[in-house]
């Protein structure tokens, strides 16, 4: 059974009502459907019209009271490859601004009967709260420090096109874990494909309730087949709070740089980069860099993700496990 | 959809049957385009593609030209998607299989291959993708079967079989390369196809 959020409210005969909110909504059947769907829209972009029909009418509304260039502008440009129509509503001139309630601005956009909302905001359960008061599907394009699905699922989707496989990989995650709703919703990703991830950083830095090893020591990227840095997130700092005594002790400790890598071995980063201190600019800028990848699958992973919220995704692919067996 | 399943049903072709009727309809495709290098045969997921590839085979063996060979799949083209609110679809959304077309279409003659043709539908749909690719001089359509009930001006160029069905009954194509078995068939069913 295809499972992601149902609403108990509704009569157990209609299919659940689909929505994207978190990593732990989905399982390794709903990620490995995901994968393959990206692959074939990936495939579509490749031609000379790069616009595909699917999703003609449809309007996805993109709320964010964060800023974001990816993955505002990835979401938006999923929707227009798959014909969608597509509103951005950004918290910067809105009436946001003029401290209108999320639900509030939830309902005033439910009335244009949007078909997904994608939804990022700083404060945890927002998405949950959007699903609950309008109809529409909704996606988590990440809320505070809690979770940010598409990305992980663009970093496994990465992951698999450049190693080939998911399955027995290790991937350090190095710096500011306990901030990363990366990395929170990484690990959970890595726990069901069966990934091993290792967290690196910072004592202060690393939340002790992830099941994943932590350890301090940056030596231990090492043996890693990818380090996966994180963005120092100054503005979900505290004032005042000395989670790290500065930030060149930072880079001086846990920043990588090309001396701390073995060849050969990729490197990847959410972004925005700070250059210079979490990630050396070299390292960036290598040949073993899958940074602009990462931004490439974006794309493609958030149309699979929307065409899968909307469809419910192709059947077929249950339909062809059972005709497998039989 | 569980391609594999027994299905039982009143036999309308067997393989002798099928293999004849390909066989016409490889010819009908050699006396029909004189310039047979122009022309690509471009087979629908999932059962179209097995038949444009036995059809390039049998234009290979009695013209001395091969076809160039291509598939299309049409699930991103569909005209019923969408889930709204929890509806159900209206009909179950097929895996997604690959689209190959490792040929510029400009100039060609593609024949657009399929096992049955229904609703005409699924035929817009493969049109319309294969637009996105290029832009073919001419696209004709070959089915092995015509069951009638076109919702759509669509008409075939090639057709094996006519078959007149209800609506409440379904065309079975079966082939070796997908069911391990030739034949088409003639199942009752209530549930609606939309090919």
Known sequence: MIRLVSDDLRPPANPPRRHLLSVGDLTRDDVERLLATARTFESSLERHVKKLPTLKGHLIVNLFYESSTRT??????????????????????????????????????????????????????????????????????????????????????????????????????????????????????????????????????????????????IEAIRDADVVYVLRMQNERMEAGANFVPSLAEYTARWGITPERLRPGQKVMHPGPMNRGVEIDPRVADSADSLITRQVRSGVVVRMAVLYDVLTGGPVGVQALAAAEVA | MNAHAPVRGKTLLDADALGRTLSRIAHEIIEGNPELEEVALVGIQ?????????????????????????????????????????????????????????????????????????????????????????????????????????ELPIRPDYVGKNLPTARGERIQVQLVEVDEVDAVLLVETPEEESG
């Open chain 1, 72 to 217: 505002s502008s990835s979401f938006e440009l999923a929707a227009k490859r798959l014909s969608a129509d597509t509103l951005t509503v950004k918290s910067l001139g809105s009436s946001v601004d003029k401290g209108e309630s999320l639900k509030d601005t939830a309902l005033t956009l439910g009335a244009y009967d949007p078909d997904v909302i994608v939804i990022r905001h700083p404060q945890i359960g927002a998405p949950q709260l959007v699903a609950r008061v309008t109809e529409a599907h909704v996606v988590n394009a990440g809320d505070g420090k809690h979770q940010h699905p598409t990305q992980a699922l663009l970093d496994l989707y990465t992951l698999r096109e450049e190693l080939g496989r998911l399955e027995g990989l290790h991937v350090a995650i190095v710096g500011d874990v306990l901030h990363s709703r990366v990395a929170r919703s990484l690990v959970q990703a890595f726990a069901l494909v069966g990934i091993r991830g290792t967290l690196v950083g910072p004592p202060a830095l690393l939340p002790r309730e992830l099941p994943a090893e932590t350890t301090t020591d």
């Open chain 2, 46 to 150: 999932t059962r179209g593609v097995p038949l444009a590839r036995r059809l390039a085979r049998l234009i290979e063996e009695r013209a001395g030209v091969e076809p160039a060979l291509g598939a299309v799949d049409i699930t991103f083209y569909r005209d019923d998607v969408s889930v709204r609110g929890g509806e159900a679809p209206l009909a179950a959304q097929p895996v997604v299989r690959a689209t190959q077309l490792d040929f510029p279409l400009e100039g060609r003659t593609v024949v657009l291959v399929d096992d049955v043709l229904y609703t005409g539908r699924t035929i817009r749909a493969a049109i319309e993708a294969l637009f996105d690719y290029g832009r073919p001089a001419r696209v004709q359509l070959a089915v092995l079967v015509d069951r009638g009930h076109r």
